[in-house]
Every structure is written in C-alpha cells, then in structure tokens.
C-alpha cells in the first residue's frame, strides 16, 4: 500500500459508515488513540492493529501491512496460505502434522509472517495444500502446482510423513517399494504373435 496507516484505517472505516466513536467502542480502544492514528500522530502497536482489524472484519495482515510492518509479497503469501488450506478443509494442526511444522508456526505464517520459509518448507507447503511455489511466493496467480516427480521428491534427505521424519532405512525400503510397484504397474508393450513357419511344398 501506498497510503500511511492513519488514511487507511479511515478509509476502512468510512466504508462501514462508522464514526470514530464507533470504531473506539468496537475496538474496546479510545477516541483519542483512534484520532491520533487516522491524524498520523500515532503509529499502532501490534497488539492494538489486532483489535482493529478483528472490529472491521478485515485480514490481519493487510493492517500489519499499512502500517509498515510486512511487505506486500509476505501479506498475500499469509493470505493464500490460509486460504488454499481452508479451501481443502484442513486444519492447522493437520497441515503443520504433514509439513513438519509447529501449529504455532504455521499460524504466524498465515496471520503476521515477518520473513519467508525456508525453500524446502514452501515446497512442502506447496505439496500439501496442491498448489505451486511461484503461487504462494506471489510469482505466479495460477494455484494449480505443476506436474512434481515423485523421485525428486523422494531424493530429499529428509522427508516426514504425518510429522515423523523418516529413517535412512525406510526412505530406501519406500523408494525401492514404489520403484518395484510402478515397474510391475507398467504397461508392458505387446508381444507379436510367433510367426508359422510357411507350409512347404
């Protein structure tokens, strides 16, 4: 966003046809700490940009975001990390279990993230939630995840599944089960009939 945070809060509030006095007592804030914002006398704190954004039914992170406290990029990777998991009806709890990530973790991430996960960590995230990389580092619009090989990913040296890291000894008992699996699965290409041998004559 280009406006300062006090333009922004009024603006958010003159859509919802609040007064200030309105907005205050939503916020459970005062008058006076509302007018000073909107004046730009004052720069929120975190804690009450919560309260703010919870009183206006907007996204935490776009009030972190017009206050200067997260860039753009990071503001809507929060926001479609959030969004592509409800979409598929998964809890944090469960998405943080398949990531090998805290509940609390993933919760920062999707409300106030102040930097980006590691590579790796994205990929998983992208993994689970069935999008694409570029799309939550904001490179991309287009949520479907592209075609991953199922090798590479088993390459990666330290895989968990449900949260438990996997062993030396059982990522190569998978990768061996799977290859066995996909050569037996394999169409097998057609064998041509034997030829008869031409009746002499």
């Not at 776009?62 to 990029?73: K, T």
């Not at 939550?136 to 390459?155: C, F, G, N, Y």
Request: positive net charge; charged residues 25%.
């Amino acid at each position: 966003m280009n406006e300062d945070v006090g333009s922004w809060l009024r603006k958010v509030r003159l859509e919802k046809r609040w007064t200030q006095r309105m907005l205050a007592a939503r916020a459970g804030l005062s008058l006076g700490y509302i007018s000073s914002v909107e004046n730009g006398k004052r720069k929120p704190k975190t804690s009450s940009l919560a309260a703010l954004a919870q009183a206006l039914d907007v996204p935490y992170a776009q009030a972190l975001q017009a206050s200067g406290y997260l860039n753009e990029s990071l503001v809507l990777f929060a926001h479609r990390l959030r969004t592509a998991r409800t979409h598929l009806g998964l809890t944090a709890d469960e998405v943080a279990s398949q990531c090998g990530l805290s509940t609390k973790t993933l919760e920062r991430w999707e409300s106030s993230p102040k930097e980006w996960p590691a590579e790796q960590t994205l990929q998983r995230l992208a993994a689970v939630l069935s999008v694409s990389v570029d799309y939550l580092r904001s490179k991309s619009d287009t949520a479907m995840a592209q075609s991953v090989d199922l090798h590479q990913i088993l390459e990666q040296p330290d895989l968990t599944y449900h949260g438990v890291k996997l062993t030396p000894e059982q990522l190569t008992f998978v990768r061996d089960f799977l290859k066995g699996v996909i050569q037996l699965s394999a169409p097998k290409s057609p064998t041509s009939p034997p030829k008869r041998a031409k009746d002499r004559k």
